[in-house]
């Protein structure tokens, strides 16, 4: 299960209350998100949100797909292998929505690069909130912002609008729940969510 939406949307938040509410029902889970999951999708991830980063959308594109093979390949096909669920904070409807439809990376080239990953997700929740509700979240935010965080508002319409096409266009696999409730509203949403079949 894959997490997605754009910065603020509470996806780590919702991952968490997910993977503890499947472990509370006895369920083995890897938490787990992108870029990152391992120590070589980590230190990717390091290079892509430094806020002083600079890439051109295909290196950036090919550098989230770097961590992702890392990721699958080390951390969720062992992790489904052994009979765990995965519950996953962002995956290539992230590339997508940012690479894609918010800095212009080919959108054929994203999935054929999906492809060639061979996994993708049995269920997608994709939080979607509106540009006031982003903006309040990330101003109270504690620490600095990160490299995506600090991008401009049409870029984040963008990648909102993305992730909106994406849950429109695979309504079988994902779901679009706002994310702007309380937490305890949008997690029960989200239950609901994975539990339909």
Do not use: N
């Not at 439809?101 to 994203?110: C, H, K, P």
């Amino acid at each position: 299960m894959t997490l997605e939406g754009g910065e603020g949307a509470g996806k780590s938040t919702q991952a968490d209350l997910l993977a503890r509410a499947l472990e509370a029902r006895g369920i083995a889970v890897l938490r787990t998100r992108e870029p990152g999951g391992t120590d070589g999708a980590e230190q990717l991830r390091a290079l892509l949100l430094a806020p002083g980063a600079d890439w051109t959308p295909l290196a950036e594109m090919l550098l989230h797909f770097a961590a992702r093979a890392e990721h699958v390949d080390r951390a969720i096909r062992p992790a489904l292998a052994a009979g765990h669920w995965v519950v996953c904070d962002r995956f290539t409807d992230s590339t997508l929505a940012y690479q894609g439809y918010g800095q212009g990376a080919d959108l054929a080239a994203i999935r054929a690069l999906g492809v060639m990953i061979g996994l993708a997700p049995d269920r997608t929740i994709v939080l979607d909130i509106p540009e006031h509700v982003r903006t309040a979240r990330l101003a109270a935010r504690p620490g600095g912002l990160d490299r995506y965080e600090l991008l401009s508002p049409p870029f984040h319409a963008r990648v909102r609008e993305g992730f909106r096409a994406i849950a429109a266009g695979e309504p079988e696999r994902c779901v679009l729940i706002r994310g702007d409730g309380d937490e305890a509203a949008v997690h029960a949403a989200v239950l609901r969510a994975i539990e339909r079949e």
